[in-house]
């Protein structure tokens, strides 16, 4: 049985780095979507539906897709249930708290992804990693 281990990033080096140990850990399964990505697929049932699709809990999948949208980068791999234990601390270095990252954004109103919304702009990606810096 496999399963999907995903993390986001804020920034595309570390999860670059993050492909890199997958890589060394022996998956080459692996997709990695950025705000770039994640509009193009929003014709084909977008990264929402694709997460879903592979395992990712509808609430969770929207916490990504979201975070896609504000300029992170997702990385996320199939791997064997027995290999979860071994390969998802991989992806766990520089990775996004998605639990305290998405309380945040319900915080200030957000409630789930809309598709329809613009990717953030350079300007808003760096406002919004400044409101993280903390976390």
Known sequence: MTVTISRLYDNYSDAQRAVERLEAGGVHG???ATAVG???GAATGGIVGALTQAGVSEDDAHSYAEGIRRGGT???AR???SDRSRLAPLLDE???NMRD???AWQKAGWKSFDPT???YGADEVRRERQLYTGL
Do not use: D, F, I, K
Request: glycine share 4%; proline share 5%.
């Open 30 to 32: 692996w997709l990695a």
């Open 38 to 40: 994640a509009a193009a």
């Open 74 to 76: 997702l990385v996320s």
């Open 79 to 81: 791997v064997s249930e």
């Open 94 to 96: 520089s990775s996004v």
């Open 101 to 103: 990252r998405t309380a």
């Open 117 to 119: 919304g613009q990717p």
